[in-house]
Structures are given as structure tokens and as C-alpha cells.
């Protein structure tokens, strides 16, 4: 029997459990967040005067609690006006947050910083209210509003960047009170006077970065930064990652087969996002994956030559006016589709995966169509997914703002997000300088991941442009399949590298099997006997992906 039929079967008798083995040595590293010096459990203290700057829509703390947790931890929240220096004496990490000018910050709160043993992060605005306290007393003077003037050159260990830094403050230093050097600064000339500007330093523990963290200019930096405030001592090689954008029933199956064997002759490992069904924009009927043969062979084709797959959305909708349309947000609105909720998001995520595994194709990740999604959507993704590929929402204010660091992060749901930050490949000159620009300074930096998407309608002969900047880099390209990463549905549970998942059992029959990376079946074995009550599932480290069967007794 092959094995189609066997997870056609599980799927409608019971539960389905696949494993994966990570791969030794780095590639399983790549796909991890350092740890920083206080350790995995140690905790983060956000302290935050507002949570947007002027004139925004875009959730500035939001864009700031992904960038630190780059590094592994926990982390915790609070306004300034409700801030116990009792509660940040017993931090680990204290990071304070002030994206708009002239915060209201109290005194008590000033001073339980200054006495913080804890190293301290100032992010933005207010630190000059620092200068009235003895121990930071005429070390450095900060001007109250942003430089206008335009800076292209940004100095940073030693070395220059060719980065536009923005909405940084002015500010100076006391060389005879504050001896240390800038760890960021910038160089402005002003009727022949050459002044340099620090942006970020350090005095005492407390780091200075008195510039907005979460710009695309800004924010490398910054993210590179936060290794040394979190005193990192293990930090990976920077990497390098292709997706293969889009892919569904009506795209050209042979091009897509050119894309893969582009990839695969370099021994490239890839990700493609896959769209399993799609509405006739004519008729509105909905064509699913297994009324497409052409399509399935076309992605085990991918999955058996190095291609890692990913839910893209359940079904690709195309309006006449406006072309592919989000799946969980409206775009003509800007705001979350009217049918959104809970039930809405989550029979579609499930009969995404189901229509995968029913055919042999395991989804190891997800991507949220068009990055645009509410909160409440991102909460039921991270029930079925632990893994995503994309750039994340800010806030359900609007779509217009979303978030994709240099860095592999977590979420405020717990999901493992690779950021696509190098851009869409649209075929033109520009955007493959664009990419280079970007690849290039991303991967000078410490555990840096530079991910493009490239759509799948287009040409092998692009991609391999794209490719050739990349391998240029002499980077490590990310293996989806090393990391630990899980998908969960009632019935069904996937499992990769070293992710665990508790399954509460009753009466259930289980059956083993494990498989290679292109879904062969190398061996499996039923439990003598039924299992009830819960259960942890681990791989038992034959092959690739290990699936359990799950095959509950009938009520």
C-alpha cells in the first residue's frame, strides 16, 4: 500500500504525527536564536512611554519587541506611568522606550534606572532627563527634536556603512567626563566644522540609542546592536534563504520545474510558498489540490530536489479590478475581511494542511497572504503553525505597517518567524541592485538572515540572477528542514528536528513510520497496545520525518 492512501486514511480515522531530523552541526544552528549571557529564562523588561511615534498608525513597541526577541528570553511590558521600581530591580534586562519626544517620566523612575544593576537599553527620546541625576551628570548633551540634515555614511565597529540613517538626535559628549567612544555615530560638516554624533554609546549600564529602532535604515544596526546588550557570546554565521512565491494549479508546471532544477543543480535548499486551491475568477467554483494532478507531481518534484513547502493561504482569489486580493484582510478597506474570526481562519488553515498531507506533502511552515492579517488571525496561525516565512503585521489599525528584521524572531504568539526582507524579485534591473545592497549588509552582520521571495510566474533565468548575487556573498544557504518546527491540526501533528508536542490519547491505536526528506517510507511499526492519557511525542531517530498514526477507538 502506498503511502497516499495510508494518510488519507489517518486523516479521516484519527491523528497524524510527523517528525523531523535536524541536520548536525550548523545548518541546525542557523535556525536558532542566540541566547543571551543571562541565559534562555532570563527576563526583558520593556518599560515604554507610548507606543507609536507622532503622526503614525504603525505599533512602534510591537516593531520593537520583535527586534529583541532576536535573542532567546522572556519579555515583559509595561507603561511608564504604571512602572514599579520594585518590579525593575528584579529584571534581568531593562530596556526603556520612548518613541515620542518629551516623555512624561517620574522621577522615582529615573532614579530606580540609575541604580538599575541590570544593563539597560534607552531607546529614543528622554534620555537627556538622565543628566539631572548625579551619576549621568554633564557626561552628554541630547537635543530635543531630530536632525533634518541627511546622512548616507554611518560608523559602526570600527568600520563604514553606507546606510541613511534617519530621525536620529544630536548629541554630544563630555570627552572630559565621558571618555569612552561612540559605539554608533554619525559625521556632519557645518561651515567647515567637522562634528561627530554619537547615536549610541554606552555609560555605565546603561546603552544609549537615541534614534528610532524599527526603520529599515535603522534597524540592522540596531538588531546587530542588541547581541552586545544581551552580552551573546554564540552567535551564528549570517545566512542566506530563497522562497518561491505564489505557487498554485494555474501557474505554468513546467516553468516551476525549471525553477526547481535552477536551485537544485547549485544544491541550494529552498521554500515554496504553495496556494493548494483556486477560485476561477469566472465561475467562482473552487478547484482543489486533488482535482490537479499536474500540480501535486510538480511539488513532489520540488520536495524530493530540495524544495522545503509552505502554506501560502488555502485559496487564491482574483478579483477583475484589482488582480490576487489577500486572504484575511480587505484591501480596498484596510481592515480584516468581513467574514474574519476564529472559525473563518481556522477551517481554512485545515483544510490547507489536510488537502497537503492527504497527498504526501508536508507543509513545514506558513506564509500569511500578503503579510496582512489581524491579531486575532496571527493567534489561530500560531495553534496550527510554529513556523512562519514572512513579514509580520504591526497592528490591526492597518496593513500598510509590517515588521521584518535582519534576524530570525519570535512573535507575541510564539511563532518562529524567517523574515523576507530582501524584497519581491520583479524581473527589473533595480530590484535585483536593490537586493544586492541589502544582502550585502545584511550578511556583514552577526546571525543575519537575508530571505527574497521570488514569484512563481516568473522566468529560471531571473532567479538565476538573483541566485548568482547571493552565492557572490559566499553565505550558507537556510535549510527549512533543519530547523524544530511543528504543524498541528485536531487530527493531525507535524514534528521537525527537535519539537515536541503533547497529545492527550484516548484509546488510540498508534502506528510508527519514518520517511526520507522526499517523502519515501524507510520503515514502521504499530504499539502492541492502545494508549490513553497524554503523551509527549519525540522522533525515535530513523530517517527524516517520523509520522505517528493516531487511530482512536470509536465512542
Not at 531593562?94 to 517620566?105: H, K, T
Not at 535548499?269 to 482535482?291: H, M, Q, R, W
Request: charged share 20%.
Amino acid at each position: 500500500m502506498s503511502i497516499i492512501p495510508k494518510i488519507a486514511a489517518s486523516l479521516i480515522a484519527g491523528s497524524l504525527i510527523i517528525a523531523t531530523l535536524p541536520a548536525k552541526g550548523q545548518s541546525a544552528s542557523l535556525l536558532q536564536r542566540p541566547v543571551a549571557a543571562k541565559g534562555a529564562v532570563a527576563k526583558t523588561l520593556v518599560v515604554y512611554s507610548e507606543t507609536r511615534a507622532p503622526y503614525s498608525l504603525a505599533d512602534d513597541l510591537a516593531a520593537l519587541k520583535l527586534q529583541l526577541r532576536r535573542v532567546a528570553g522572556q519579555l515583559e511590558t509595561v507603561a511608564a506611568t504604571q512602572a514599579d521600581p520594585a518590579k525593575l530591580a528584579v529584571a534581568d534586562y531593562l530596556v526603556i522606550f520612548c518613541p515620542q519626544p518629551f516623555p512624561a517620566l517620574s522621577a522615582p523612575l529615573l532614579e530606580a534606572i540609575a541604580r538599575s544593576s541590570a544593563p539597560v537599553l534607552w531607546v529614543g527620546y528622554g534620555a537627556d532627563q538622565l543628566t539631572h541625576l548625579p551619576q549621568f551628570a554633564g557626561q552628554f548633551d541630547i537635543a530635543p527634536f531630530a536632525a533634518t540634515q541627511p546622512i548616507e555614511t554611518v560608523t559602526y565597529q570600527g568600520r563604514e556603512w553606507k546606510l541613511p540613517l534617519t530621525g536620529w538626535l544630536p548629541a554630544l559628549l563630555n570627552p572630559n567626563i565621558h571618555p569612552a567612544a561612540p559605539i554608533i555615530s554619525v559625521t556632519t560638516v557645518t561651515n567647515n566644522e567637522t562634528t561627530i554624533h554619537p547615536v549610541s554609546w554606552k555609560s555605565g549600564p546603561v546603552t544609549f540609542f537615541v534614534a528610532p529602532p524599527n526603520s529599515p535604515a535603522n534597524s540592522p544596526l540596531f538588531s546587530d546592536l542588541l547581541l552586545d546588550f544581551y552580552g551573546v557570546e554564540k552567535a551564528s554565521p549570517a545566512a542566506t534563504a530563497v522562497r518561491i512565491d505564489g505557487y498554485h494549479c494555474h501557474q505554468d508546471h513546467l516553468e516551476f520545474r525549471r525553477l526547481v532544477d535552477t536551485l537544485h543543480q547549485r544544491g541550494l535548499p529552498f521554500t515554496v510558498g504553495v496556494i493548494p486551491a483556486y477560485c476561477n475568477p469566472k465561475t467562482k467554483k473552487i478547484e482543489e489540490l486533488d482535482s490537479q494532478p499536474e500540480f501535486i507531481a510538480a511539488l513532489r518534484y520540488a520536495q524530493s530536489r530540495g524544495g522545503r513547502l509552505l502554506l501560502q493561504g488555502y485559496v487564491n482569489t482574483r478579483k477583475a479590478s484589482t488582480g490576487q486580493e489577500p486572504e484575511f484582510w480587505n484591501a480596498t478597506l484596510d481592515r480584516p475581511v468581513a467574514d474574519d474570526g476564529p472559525e473563518y481562519v481556522r477551517e481554512r488553515l485545515r483544510q490547507g494542511i489536510r488537502q497537503m498531507l492527504k497527498r504526501g506533502l508536508f507543509p513545514l511552515g506558513w506564509i500569511t497572504p500578503f503579510n496582512s492579517a489581524s491579531r486575532a488571525d496571527y493567534a489561530e496561525i500560531a495553534n496550527h503553525f510554529s513556523t512562519a516565512s514572512e513579514r509580520v503585521q504591526l497592528s490591526d489599525a492597518t496593513a500598510a505597517e509590517n515588521f521584518a528584521g535582519t534576524a530570525i524572531i519570535q512573535d507575541d504568539f510564539g511563532r518562529l518567524i524567517i523574515p523576507e526582507n530582501l524584497g519581491t524579485i520583479t524581473g527589473q534591473k533595480a530590484a535585483l541592485i536593490q537586493l544586492q545592497a541589502r544582502a550585502e549588509l545584511q550578511t556583514r552582520l552577526r546571525s543575519t538572515v537575508s530571505q527574497f521571495s521570488f514569484p512563481a510566474y516568473l522566468t529560471d533565468d531571473k532567479l538565476s540572477q538573483a541566485v548568482r548575487l547571493l552565492d557572490q556573498l559566499k553565505t550558507p544557504f537556510l535549510d527549512l528542514a533543519d530547523g524544530d518546527h511543528w504543524v498541528q491540526l485536531p487530527e493531525a501533528l507535524l514534528l521537525t528536528g527537535n519539537a515536541q508536542r503533547t497529545v492527550k490519547l484516548r484509546d488510540a491505536r498508534v502506528t510508527w513510520k519514518a520517511f526520507d526528506r522526499t517523502g519515501k517510507l524507510l520503515e514502521e511499526a504499530t504499539e502492541p497496545e492502545p494508549a490513553t492519557g497524554q503523551r509527549l511525542f519525540q522522533r525515535r531517530g530513523k530517517g527524516d520525518y517520523e509520522l505517528f498514526l493516531i487511530i482512536e477507538a470509536k465512542p
